[in-house]
């Protein structure tokens, strides 16, 4: 197969994703590779947290398969893929903590339901992923004590407890200062030269998705326009591509009779 | 005109049996890792804690007031043919057998319940589910499970807790308020109310705690299915006001079909 030969760890297969009648996903194929930081960029409404969601076995397709450390998630049962899940951490874009639990119980939560440690062991583990999200000490504050950057930080300590072979982050810099925004794109590669992880990026954020990627997928409309390397994306002679790297708008072309149909609300 | 009512008729059908499917299989997936070991111990505590103790003051003044207008109705109407020993007969019976686990149900669903269902809906929005999801933590088991145990703990023991508050708020009003005779109040409670009236006031705080749950913990879990067009915290709003509606709908019907097959 492949997928040992060149080191894929996620590959994805013509999948394609409806929200309603609404087509998110058109046709989309991804290789990502072991060890490698791949930063999903796009506008906002381009799929692309879908396309993380279907990743992770959380929004179903209606055709294709994406197979994860070479099983298809696509056709695992639940059982079964609570199982592959072990192997992830997620960061959601807003934390996603536990508002009811501690920083130390949100962070220790799956080593409580994966593990038999003992709760001194558990003590400790957490505070070195506190450590290393530089948030030591604040084990036993509340969530509505920390500020956005904290969430985030604190979500990203959870979410690598368990040393997971894949971190999946859906937008890191969104809502925080250029400074946090920056600490948070240092601790990602980070994180992967320390730990060996396979990351994939979420995000709409230019500047801190050249500095994190290995390599980068631009979206758009639900269709990856392209994947490669930073300089393959800058030299990238679609429209689309350049628009957004450039932070111009996009133009459509617009007809007529199109736009008065619109606005009128009659049927074409 | 006509084909389009009948579409909409059609998707009305379609989608309520749908709801019903997925209410099955949510039930079915619940019950189902309530029967598997191990369980956490704290949660389920701490659910009987929100659900039970939180709830016993409510339930306590909700019994006595319950009680006490039982007696002083009861009193008058059975003054007028000269029968008030049969007082305690009627406020015992009338307790247990309806007025105790349906009001004890109905508090509880404005209590607990709706806050059941918000709370659920919020992690349903703030994507807590999906993480949980995503950390391999099965959400029934982690969240359902324990609301369910506590519930079915919780509610049985708070209609009883109201039986008895009644009773004694009855007491109150009948005999210390309206003079009549304590023997008369407690021997008639005793020769009117049988072991089948307290197995059928159990067996129906017991259906009431399994519907309650299920309905608050169906709508806040399928808050992005049955949202409606609503988002964020409209869509919240709404399931938990559908919670309350409903399992009090449910409850006064469900009542009256356990009613009319023990009775």
Not at chain 1, 64 to 80: A, P, R, V
Request: charged share 20%; glycine share 8%; net charge neutral.
């Amino acid at each position: 197969m492949d997928q040992s030969q060149n080191n894929t760890i996620i590959d994805i297969k013509n999948i394609d994703n409806y929200y309603g009648e609404r087509q998110i996903l058109k046709d989309i194929n991804l290789q990502i590779r072991a060890g490698e930081i791949m930063v999903i960029m796009g506008g906002s409404g381009s799929g692309k947290t879908t396309l993380m969601r279907a990743m992770l076995g959380l929004t179903k397709t209606v055709r294709g398969d994406i197979h994860i450390m070479g099983k298809d998630i696509t056709t695992l049962s639940l059982k079964k893929l609570y199982k592959v899940r072990e192997e992830f951490g997620v960061s959601f874009q807003g934390g996603a903590l536990f508002s009811s639990m501690s920083v130390r119980e949100n962070i220790q939560l799956p080593l409580t339901e994966h593990t038999k440690l003992d709760q001194k062991t558990m003590d400790i583990m957490c505070r070195l992923k506190l450590e290393v999200v530089n948030l030591a000490g604040f084990e036993d504050l509340m969530p509505a004590e920390l500020s956005g950057g904290m969430l985030k930080r604190v979500a990203l300590a959870r979410a690598i407890i368990m040393d997971p072979k894949i971190l999946f982050f859906d937008e890191p810099s969104a809502g925080l200062d250029p400074v946090v925004s920056a600490e948070l794109d240092e601790l990602i590669v980070r994180l992967k030269d320390a730990m060996k992880m396979t990351i994939v990026v979420v995000t709409h954020e230019l500047e801190s998705a050249f500095r994190i990627a290995d390599r980068i997928t631009v979206i758009d409309q639900g269709k990856i326009i392209i994947t490669g390397t930073k300089e393959e994306v800058t030299n990238c002679p679609d429209q689309r591509v350049q628009d957004l790297l450039n932070r111009r708008p996009r133009h459509e072309n617009i007809d007529a009779d199109d736009y008065l149909k619109r606005l009128t609300g009659s049927k074409a | 005109m006509i084909v389009t009512g009948i579409r909409s008729l059609g998707n009305k059908a379609i989608n309520s049996t749908y709801i019903v499917g997925m209410m099955g299989i949510f039930l079915y997936q619940c019950l189902k890792q309530i029967f598997i070991p191990p369980h956490k111990l704290y949660s389920i505590i701490r659910q009987v804690h929100f659900i039970g103790s939180r709830s016993t003051v409510i339930i306590v003044f909700t019994g006595m007031f319950t009680g006490m207008v039982l007696a002083l109705q009861g009193y008058h109407n059975l003054k007028d043919f000269g029968s008030t020993d049969l007082l305690g007969s009627a406020v015992g019976l009338g307790l247990i057998q309806e007025l105790g686990p349906v009001l004890t149900a109905l508090m509880v669903i404005g209590r607990a319940g709706s806050a059941i269902c918000a709370e659920i809906a919020i992690m349903r929005h703030t994507e807590q589910i999906d993480a949980l999801q995503c950390m391999g933590i099965d959400p029934y088991r982690f969240i359902m499970v324990p609301k369910f145990v506590a519930a079915l703990i919780s509610i049985p023991i708070l209609t009883c807790i109201f039986d008895v508050v009644g009773i004694l708020g009855g007491y109150v009003v009948g005999v210390v308020l309206m003079g009549v005779s304590e023997g008369s109040y407690f021997q008639g409670m005793y020769n009117s109310v049988d072991w089948s009236d307290v197995q059928l006031g159990l067996v129906k705080s017991i259906i009431f705690s399994l519907l309650i749950i299920w309905i608050a913990t169906f709508k806040g879990y399928f808050l992005h299915v049955l949202q409606s067009g609503a988002h964020g915290a409209e869509a919240v709003s709404r399931v938990t006001t559908d919670t309350v509606v409903l399992s009090s709908v449910v409850i006064l019907a469900s009542d009256y079909l356990i009613g009319s097959i023990m009775l």
